[in-house]
């Protein structure tokens, strides 16, 4: 048996013009499958999402378009170093955050950062960690979109792909002993299902029985590598199976289906301690980051199919069917998310670096005295060369007209050396 009949269709309840599928019947039967019938998603309701999570579920839709297309944009003028969008995919991202518990677990890989604003991460809150200023949780060590928060249950991103998912199963694991009705949701790209780590938690999850939810962005793309590139099968929900887990492939621009199916993959995690992959069809539609100019590998013609199923408009629609929302709230939500991030970023854009001590500050839990002996090297190289460090110097308390006078000094030695005079009499400088 080769598998080639093995088909597993799309779990759907929403249309791009905002009206639902017609019937209870999800389309494509797409109910959590390989199951005990009596764990199939419950009967759907007639208002999927009630009003209010609805509403916060799209504000904070709306909230990371505008923080990306603004990030993008600080990135382009040079204010920035880096930045990933998370466009195209905030139903998958914020659709399965949405279906969770406040205080589950959410383990991600770079482009979730909708599920974070969804738990209540501010505006200034991600500022402080793009710019890596004294306020930044990570004390500015990592990459831009590298955030993390210990209060609202969401690990730390690193870049290695995948790392992340077997860690998932370790940390579920620890719910299930702490047995306090938690889960873990694990959320990583189709490229990154790739790698070994992904296979590694599979079978360790199962085999633990843990309440672990593994959702898959299959977006089409791992930067330039199409996802036919990626994987002969039919995508990466049949791979349950060989695990013995159940699994669902749902679309991930569809935020009801996506919450219904996370709802329900939740519920069979936590009653029943077994784990269960949900892959979300979607679609990158920016760029993989500020580092990358798709045009070289992909069609504007395909990019513009996706952009008429977005899954913001998609559920807008929907809203605005419901009579929960209008085109005066959208303009004034827009205007309003608008002011805030340029209002935060300014902010964040002129806050401190973090202190030159946060340079050797959890290596470990102490500094080893090699570690403390280094960073007194690289005080010292400071004190001596204040200006070429402006922050570092900043950091150690110098005054500007102090980093003056070292500028000036540090000048006229490069203009000895350049006329071949000895520096300083002779001394070392
Ligand atoms: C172990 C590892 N290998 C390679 C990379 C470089 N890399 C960063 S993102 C990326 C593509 C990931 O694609 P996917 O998992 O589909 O997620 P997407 O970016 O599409 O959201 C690659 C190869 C990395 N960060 N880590």
């Given at each position: 048996m080769t598998g080639d009949e093995l088909c597993i269709p799309i779990f759907k309840r929403l249309r791009q013009d905002g009206t639902l599928y017609p019937d209870d019947t999800p389309q494509g039967q797409g109910n959590v499958s390989q199951g005990d019938k009596s764990q199939d998603a419950s009967p759907i309701q007639r208002d999927p999402i009630e009003r209010d999570t609805a509403l916060k579920i799209y504000r904070t839709m709306l909230f990371t378009r505008v923080l990306d297309e603004r990030m993008l944009a600080a990135q382009r003028q040079g204010r920035l170093s880096f930045y990933m969008q998370c466009t195209g995919e905030e139903a998958t991202v914020i659709g399965s955050a949405a279906a969770l518990q406040d205080d589950d677990m959410i383990m991600a890989q770079y482009r979730e950062q909708g599920a974070l604003a969804w738990r209540g991460f501010s505006c200034d809150e991600f500022m402080n960690q793009m710019f890596g200023n004294e306020r930044d949780y990570g004390k500015g060590r990592q990459m831009p979109i590298h955030y993390g928060s210990r209060d609202l249950h969401y690990m730390t991103i690193s870049s290695p792909l995948a790392t992340q998912i077997p860690q998932a199963t370790g940390y579920a694991y620890g719910q299930k002993l702490a047995g306090k009705g938690q889960c873990t949701i694990t959320i990583f790209g189709e490229g990154a299902a790739s790698e070994g780590d992904f296979h590694a938690a599979l079978n360790m999850a199962s085999v633990h029985r843990v309440p672990c939810i593994f959702l898959c962005r299959n977006n089409g793309y791992a930067i330039s590598t199409p996802s036919c590139e990626q994987f002969a099968a039919d995508g990466i929900a049949p791979r349950a199976f060989g695990y013995h887990m159940q699994s669902i492939r749902v679309d991930g621009n569809d935020v009801i289906a996506v919450y219904e199916a996370t709802l329900a993959a939740r519920k069979i995690a936590v009653e029943t301690n077994q784990p269960i992959l949900i892959e979300a069809m979607t679609y990158r539609?920016?760029?993989?980051?500020?580092?990358?100019?798709p045009s070289g590998y992909r069609s504007k013609k395909e990019e513009a199919i996706w952009r008429d199923k977005d899954p913001i408009l998609r559920m807008r629609n929907w809203l605005e069917a419901q009579g929960w929302w209008s085109e005066e709230e959208e303009k004034a939500t827009g205007d309003q998310l608008r002011r805030e991030v340029l209002e935060s970023m300014k902010r964040a854009e002129k806050l401190a670096p973090p202190a030159l001590d946060t340079l050797i500050s959890d290596v470990y839990d102490t500094p080893t005295p090699l570690l403390t002996q280094q960073l007194e090297d690289v005080k010292q190289h400071i004190r001596k060369y204040p200006h070429a460090y402006p922050k570092g110097a900043a950091s150690m308390g110098f005054t500007a007209q102090e980093l003056e006078v070292s500028r000036k000094a540090y000048q006229a030695r490069q203009q000895r050396m350049q006329s071949h005079q000895p520096v300083d009499g002779g001394q070392t400088s």
């Amino acid at each position: 048996m080769t598998g080639d009949e093995l088909c597993i269709p799309i779990f759907k309840r929403l249309r791009q013009d905002g009206t639902l599928y017609p019937d209870d019947t999800p389309q494509g039967q797409g109910n959590v499958s390989q199951g005990d019938k009596s764990q199939d998603a419950s009967p759907i309701q007639r208002d999927p999402i009630e009003r209010d999570t609805a509403l916060k579920i799209y504000r904070t839709m709306l909230f990371t378009r505008v923080l990306d297309e603004r990030m993008l944009a600080a990135q382009r003028q040079g204010r920035l170093s880096f930045y990933m969008q998370c466009t195209g995919e905030e139903a998958t991202v914020i659709g399965s955050a949405a279906a969770l518990q406040d205080d589950d677990m959410i383990m991600a890989q770079y482009r979730e950062q909708g599920a974070l604003a969804w738990r209540g991460f501010s505006c200034d809150e991600f500022m402080n960690q793009m710019f890596g200023n004294e306020r930044d949780y990570g004390k500015g060590r990592q990459m831009p979109i590298h955030y993390g928060s210990r209060d609202l249950h969401y690990m730390t991103i690193s870049s290695p792909l995948a790392t992340q998912i077997p860690q998932a199963t370790g940390y579920a694991y620890g719910q299930k002993l702490a047995g306090k009705g938690q889960c873990t949701i694990t959320i990583f790209g189709e490229g990154a299902a790739s790698e070994g780590d992904f296979h590694a938690a599979l079978n360790m999850a199962s085999v633990h029985r843990v309440p672990c939810i593994f959702l898959c962005r299959n977006n089409g793309y791992a930067i330039s590598t199409p996802s036919c590139e990626q994987f002969a099968a039919d995508g990466i929900a049949p791979r349950a199976f060989g695990y013995h887990m159940q699994s669902i492939r749902v679309d991930g621009n569809d935020v009801i289906a996506v919450y219904e199916a996370t709802l329900a993959a939740r519920k069979i995690a936590v009653e029943t301690n077994q784990p269960i992959l949900i892959e979300a069809m979607t679609y990158r539609l920016a760029a993989h980051s500020s580092s990358d100019d798709p045009s070289g590998y992909r069609s504007k013609k395909e990019e513009a199919i996706w952009r008429d199923k977005d899954p913001i408009l998609r559920m807008r629609n929907w809203l605005e069917a419901q009579g929960w929302w209008s085109e005066e709230e959208e303009k004034a939500t827009g205007d309003q998310l608008r002011r805030e991030v340029l209002e935060s970023m300014k902010r964040a854009e002129k806050l401190a670096p973090p202190a030159l001590d946060t340079l050797i500050s959890d290596v470990y839990d102490t500094p080893t005295p090699l570690l403390t002996q280094q960073l007194e090297d690289v005080k010292q190289h400071i004190r001596k060369y204040p200006h070429a460090y402006p922050k570092g110097a900043a950091s150690m308390g110098f005054t500007a007209q102090e980093l003056e006078v070292s500028r000036k000094a540090y000048q006229a030695r490069q203009q000895r050396m350049q006329s071949h005079q000895p520096v300083d009499g002779g001394q070392t400088s």
